[in-house]
């Protein structure tokens, strides 16, 4: 899932005389109220769209008789959010905040039409990469936007706001999505977003004022002492490392997929596209350490601690997702509930992140430091994880569930303590940077997690079947069935039902037991890092 409650450092800061000139936004009218919570809809929007497709990914693969490819429905979404990160920090500064936030809302929109109206999944995995793309630009440039039209001592207020509806988003978009998909099918899910972002799109078109579409390229040619024209800031992203990181994500990717697929006859496809993985990651550190003048992830300025930092996002955010991808297709074949209440474990788990933040942040304020709460936090994760993995094991009863809201306390506490950890490493001046680089590791988390637990799952469940169903007439068209629907188990008589569930535990358990593991492997890692100076 998108991680979005702070990343307006991503978006270019006006310059240090333009501040000194420029008297502080003045206390917010009525007027500006409505429009800041007017472009706050659009935030929601995007934030439980990619919420929406966590709860009804499978129901949508498994209409397309493709369930195996499923996670590439919710790796799209972040895959465009990924490389899109970098790319928003200058647009609004070559073409103005407004007119980034208007195409961001259109390009959604039209991602939105084309998700409802894919006759493939190849077609809605596209689509899905576009709607993450834009839907990055839909929060992070409002982010900025809060910025530029309310006064710096009432942001942080406002951005605690922008936060609360991103949650809010994120916890409704599953039980939206899954009853949306239960009564009306999935494909409304995605039209039904369409009229509400095209009003959002005319209002922001209307209210917005007119001086957030100025670039700094305006600002550079009204400087009396400004001799040259100044170049597009666009010509400042890093190309080469854009392109480098996308090909390395991908050439990841398809290799975790044809790990879930490995057999005699894919084996030399694997090993060829873990060897691109590897020479992609060597390519990508040369060009950023040695070619690119402003680099993607400026490498050279990272100390031990702070890299340390980075590590911990893409391991927290992998381990997690790679359990909670799953979750939803887990109480569909377990316990054969609806997408709704399937969804709804998925809002208890977000109401643990938020009372988690809440209790962090009041004990980081008195007490001035965050190691100890890291550490606890992940001890907290990793028992909790290895609850589920004893507990849920051999079947589901409703007071297991009770194991998600400290599972999501101990996430949620985690966020900000690492975020103000890794602040205080951050090299004297180079905090946006830092910042930068923060997210983009916490959206490569997202990306690689759902794709290493639906790659382990899949290749553990295919096994177990293989090997239950021996015997049976017609197997292997009944195991592809079976992988690639769902609910087909449902259609199967009941000896088999019972087989085929079980041979779905057995398999399912081993992803809170990779959650556990990687939050073990966490616990070092931030063991030997100093306590944080506030």
């Known amino acids: 899932m998108a991680v979005t409650s702070e990343e307006s450092p991503l978006l270019r800061p006006r310059s240090d005389t333009d501040t000194k000139d420029t008297a502080a936004p003045p206390t917010p009218k009525r007027s500006d109220l409505i429009l800041i919570f007017g472009t706050f809809i659009g935030v929601f929007i995007a934030s439980a769209d990619e919420a929406l497709v966590i709860s009804t990914y499978s129901a949508i693969a498994s209409q397309f008789h493709h369930l195996s490819q499923g996670s590439w429905l919710l790796l799209a979404y972040n895959f465009g959010y990924c490389i899109s990160l970098p790319v928003y920090s200058v647009l609004g500064d070559a073409y103005g905040r407004k007119n980034v936030l208007i195409c961001s809302y259109t390009t959604f929109a039209v991602s939105c039409l084309a998700c409802g109206a894919s006759a493939t999944m190849t077609q809605l995995i596209l689509s899905r990469v576009l709607a993450g793309s834009s839907g990055a630009g839909m929060i992070i440039v409002v982010s900025v936007i809060l910025s530029d039209i309310i006064a710096p001592h009432e942001i942080a207020l406002y951005r605690s706001y922008q936060n609360i509806v991103n949650v809010a988003g994120r916890s409704l978009g599953g039980p939206i999505?899954?009853?949306?998909?239960?009564?009306?099918?999935?494909?409304?899910?995605?039209?039904?977003?369409?009229?509400?972002?095209?009003?959002?799109?005319?209002?922001?078109?209307?209210?917005?004022?007119?001086?957030?579409?100025?670039?700094?390229?305006?600002?550079?040619?009204?400087?009396a002492d400004q001799t040259e024209h100044r170049r597009s800031p666009v010509w400042d992203l890093d190309f080469s490392g854009i392109f480098t990181f996308s090909g390395t994500i991908l050439a990841l990717l398809f290799f975790l997929q044809e790990l879930g697929t490995l057999n005699e006859d894919t084996v030399l496809r694997t090993a060829l596209l873990g060897l691109g993985f590897v020479a992609g990651c060597i390519l990508f550190v040369t060009l950023e350490l040695f070619w690119a003048e402003k680099p993607l992830i400026p490498i050279r300025i990272y100390s031990s601690g702070i890299s340390a930092h980075f590590l911990l996002q893409v391991l927290l955010l992998g381990g997690r997702y790679a359990f909670l991808s799953n979750l939803v297709p887990y109480f569909i074949r377990v316990t054969n509930t609806s997408n709704l209440l399937a969804s709804l474990s998925l809002v208890v788990v977000a109401i643990g992140v938020a009372i988690g933040g809440v209790v962090c942040g009041l004990v980081i304020k008195y007490t001035k430091r965050c190691k100890s709460m890291t550490l606890a936090s992940i001890f907290n994760l990793t028992i909790c994880t290895l609850l589920i993995f004893i507990q849920w094991r051999n079947g589901f009863k409703l007071w297991y569930g009770i194991y998600l809201i400290p599972f999501g306390i101990a996430t949620g506490m985690l966020f900000p303590a690492l975020f103000v950890g890794m602040s205080t490493y951050a090299p004297e001046g180079k905090l946006h940077v830092c910042i930068g680089t923060y997210y983009l590791c916490q959206q490569l988390g997202l990306v690689i997690g759902p794709a290493a637990g639906s790659a382990l799952n899949q290749k553990l469940f295919a096994a177990r079947l293989g090997m239950t169903l021996e015997g049976l007439e017609d197997k292997s068209s009944i195991i592809h069935r079976i992988l690639n629907e769902v609910r087909f188990a449902n259609t199967l008589p009941s000896a088999l039902r019972e087989v085929v569930r079980s041979s779905y535990l057995d398999s399912f358990q081993y992803l809170p037991l990779l959650a556990t593991v990687v939050s073990a492997a966490m616990f070092p890692i931030a063991a030997i890092l100093r306590e944080s100076e506030m």
């Open 177 to 223: 999505g899954g009853f949306l998909t239960d009564t009306i099918g999935w494909r409304w899910a995605f039209y039904g977003q369409i009229p509400i972002i095209l009003l959002c799109t005319v209002f922001v078109g209307i209210r917005l004022p007119s001086f957030l579409n100025d670039t700094l390229i305006d600002e550079a040619e009204d400087r």
